[in-house]
Structure formats: structure tokens, C-alpha cells
């Protein structure tokens, strides 16, 4: 009896000194997590002093660096994981969410479909303006410009989005507004989340995964064949056919079908789903590779860049979000794209597609419009107010603050981001290089707005002379600058 106990004790121990000896030692291998994390530095006694002991710093930072880098760290996130997806339907994947029918989303795209995030009609207006006068002032050089807009998959499966979201209460969305006005302005551009939608009834297979966040590589088979058309007919030229020359199926999604199953990090695959994955084939024309082609697009491109895209054209540069360069944009640290003299640098390829789905319509093609439209406008700079605008549109965490804080106080995603960029603009002013006189208007008119002095007698005056206040502000600022350019 006494050698049972004293088995089962070291056994005890042994399980609780196995961690430790896994963190040192690395006996047994464990797969990385996929998804990104920032993990804390590992424990080190060195931390440690007195004041840190008795405050109590030393405890804690010990025990979360500890926890961050405890053998099988990995396996027990998992375990973890799959605990509270398999009897409560949790998942700890931030940023995602589960549906109906186990149907995974990017919880971005739910806040797209509904109109949580829309930018307003000016924003948007003064975006597509720029991007038709860019279109024109490329077709000068005899280079089609084509806006894309990709599907997105809470537009194409709004029937397993979490009642909790809401969808039946839809307000207006980015993309209605940019496809409306796009056909307004006489834009070029191709629609594809509509042909998605035409072919979700007859297609045999999804055209979005059950599991992924993009077009399933079924789907691509299809957008391809369509962006390749329509190109064909922007230019004038052939470009080399394509066809299936098998399709296999399987129930484990395969590559970017999987990409959010992946991201739950658990310890069992999730339920199988069919999936059909075809084999292609290009026909063998050399001479049809004759077109120098680039590309601004999200991460959807990522499925036709290596597949398709050396097959179809003679060249082809992918800018990722109009920000980094493919394929070093997950370097360390990544290739970011060099504008300088970026007309010269438009000028250089026959075609540019500009493609962006439906869950980054908010971020307003990554400010591309509004580079390309400088660069045929030299020496009007967009005031500072503008660009930060743009900034908070483009920063995820900021823009996704802002939309809550809008909802919070009541008011629209548009004015609450005008709100937040004029106090950064205000409280920065001294510190910003190249001001323009754009920028010093807007400065003399919040400094109007920010005394209630001041601006009870600006509204007066407004009053009076029955003006809207804006107007009356911009004319006081622009009077206060006029003066002070006739002083000594």
C-alpha cells in the first residue's frame, strides 16, 4: 500500500515537473499555432527586487510570462480550444465568429453587410470622383484602369449570420452606395459579388467555403475566367485560355478553404464539408503573353497570383493593400511599395485592376485613388485633416473604435471619424511638416469651434445673415488669416 502511494506521488510530480522540462528541453514536438500572437518575454529570475516582490510586479509578470512559455503551451491552447467549441460553441479566434450551420465569418464582413461601417456619401463621392479622373487621365495613355469589386461572403451567405448581429436590420452599406455611384460616374468597373450571387443557385459547389474567409478555390475557377474576359475586352487583346481538365472533391477543405478552421486551433478537424478542387490547364500560347499587368488588390488576389496569374500575362505586380509588395509582404520587415513618381511607375504596365472585396470597401482603396489622382495633380497636396481621415479609415483597430464610439453617441461612422481626425489635427498642428493654406483654415476654424465664446458669436452672425454655420466659420477663418498676413 505504502509503495502504491509513494508510486502515484512521484507520478504527480513527474506530471507537474513535465512541463517544465518540455520548456527547457523540447522532448516532444508540438505544431505551431497558426493565427498571429505576441507572447511576453520568457520568465527570468533577474526580474526580480525587492520592490518589484512586495508590490507584487514580480508575482505577476512572473506568472504571465510564465504561462505565455509553459511546456506544451501549444497543446494546451488547443485542448483548451476544443473544449469550448465542442460543448459550448465557442470559438477564440478574434476576430471571427461562428454562424448557423457552423458557417465561420470574418466578423468584419457582418459589420459591412449590416451598414455598421459605412463611410457616407461624401467620403465615398469624393473617392470615386478621384478614381474616374484617374481613369480618364490613364486611358490618355492608352491604359485601361478597372475597379473590381469582389465578392464577400456575408453578402453571398447572409442566411447563417448570427441572429446577434442583426442583419435583417441592414442600413446603407458601403457597397450598394460605391456600386450605385460607380454606375453614375461612368466608372469602369466589373461587379463581381453580383455574378457570384447569380451563380449561388445553380452552382454545385460553393463558391465560399464553409470554413474560409475568401472565395473558395472552386469560385476563383470562375472569377478568373470573368476577369479575364473582361480584360480582353478592355484592351483589345488575347489573352491564353484555360480549362478544367479534372475536378476532384474532398470532404477536408484544402488551402485558403480552411483558412479560419485553422485560425480556431484545435485539437480535432472540424466536421467534413465537400469541396471540389478542379485541376487547370493553359493552353500553350506564348504569344499571347503580351500584357504587363498591375495589381491593387486585398488578399483575394493571393488565390490567382501564383496559379494564374505568370500563365495569363507577360508580367504582373501585385501591390497588397497598396502597401506592401508581393511576395515579400510578410517579411520581416516586409517590401513596401516605392511611389515615388508613381505616374512614371503607372505608365509602365498596359492594364491596372484595382479589386477589393466587400469587407475593405471602408478603408476606400487603401488611398490609392487619392495618390494616383496627386500624381496626375502635382502641387495640390490633400490638406492634413484629410489624410488623417484616411488614416483612421485604413487603421483597423481605429476604425472599428470609431464605429462603436459613432453608435455610442449617436451619430454617424463619417462625422464621428471627421470628429476624432479634427481633434488629432488640432493638437498636433504645431508638429506637422508642409502645411498647406488648407490646413491653416482649418486650424483658425477650430480654434473658433473650441470657444464657446468665440462661436456663440459666430452662430449670431450666422443667424443673422442667414448663412449655415460652416459657411460662417470658413468666412471668420479666412478673414482672421487675411489680417494676420497685414501685420508687421
Known sequence: M????????????AL???????????????????????KGEPPVLKYFTWRRWFSGDFQQTFSDRFSDHIGFYNSLVRLNNQFDYSLFGLIHAKGFVQGLNSCLYEEDYLHEY???????????????????????????????LLLVYEPGKASFCPEYIPRRFHPEWRSQTNYEYFLQRSAEMGVS?????????????????PLFPQYGMHWSLYGVTFAVDTLVKRIEAETGKQLPNFTIRHLATSPLPQGTDNDIGELLNLVCPLPDTESLYPEIVFENAP?????????????????????????????????????KLYPYQNNNPPAYVDKTNLLGKLRRFDVILLMVSEINLHCG???????????FHPGHPDPHLYRIENQIRNDREWFSFMAGKAIKNGTTLEAM????????????????????????????????KNNAEWLALVEKKAQEQNL???TMLLRDAIYMYEQSKKRP
Not at 491653416?440 to 480654434?447: D, E, G, R, S
Open 16 to 38: 507537474l515537473a513535465f512541463p517544465a522540462v518540455q520548456y527547457h528541453y523540447k522532448i516532444i514536438p508540438e505544431a505551431p499555432l497558426k493565427g498571429y500572437f505576441v
Open 189 to 205: 468597373y466589373l461587379d463581381m459579388n453580383r455574378y457570384f450571387l447569380m451563380m449561388k443557385d445553380t452552382s454545385r459547389y
Open 365 to 375: 482603396f487603401w488611398n490609392f485613388a487619392d495618390e494616383a489622382w496627386a500624381a
Open 114 to 144: 449590416t451598414g455598421k461601417y459605412f463611410i457616407g456619401k461624401a467620403t465615398i463621392d469624393k473617392k470615386l470622383e478621384r478614381l474616374k479622373n484617374v481613369q480618364d487621365s490613364l486611358r490618355a495613355y492608352h491604359i485601361p
Open 417 to 448: 471619424i471627421r470628429e476624432d481626425a479634427a481633434y488629432v489635427f488640432y493638437n498636433n498642428y504645431n508638429a506637422l511638416e508642409g502645411k498647406s493654406y488648407s490646413d491653416t483654415i482649418n486650424y483658425l476654424t477650430l480654434n473658433i
Open 468 to 470: 449655415p454655420l460652416d
Open 287 to 323: 504569344g499571347k503573353l503580351n500584357l504587363s499587368v498591375l495589381i491593387i488588390a486585398d488578399s483575394y488576389y493571393l488565390n490567382i497570383v501564383e496559379d494564374y496569374g505568370p500563365k495569363l500575362f507577360k508580367e504582373q505586380e501585385y501591390w497588397y493593400y497598396n502597401n
Open 2 to 13: 505504502r509503495s502504491a502511494k509513494f508510486i502515484l506521488l512521484f507520478l504527480i510530480l
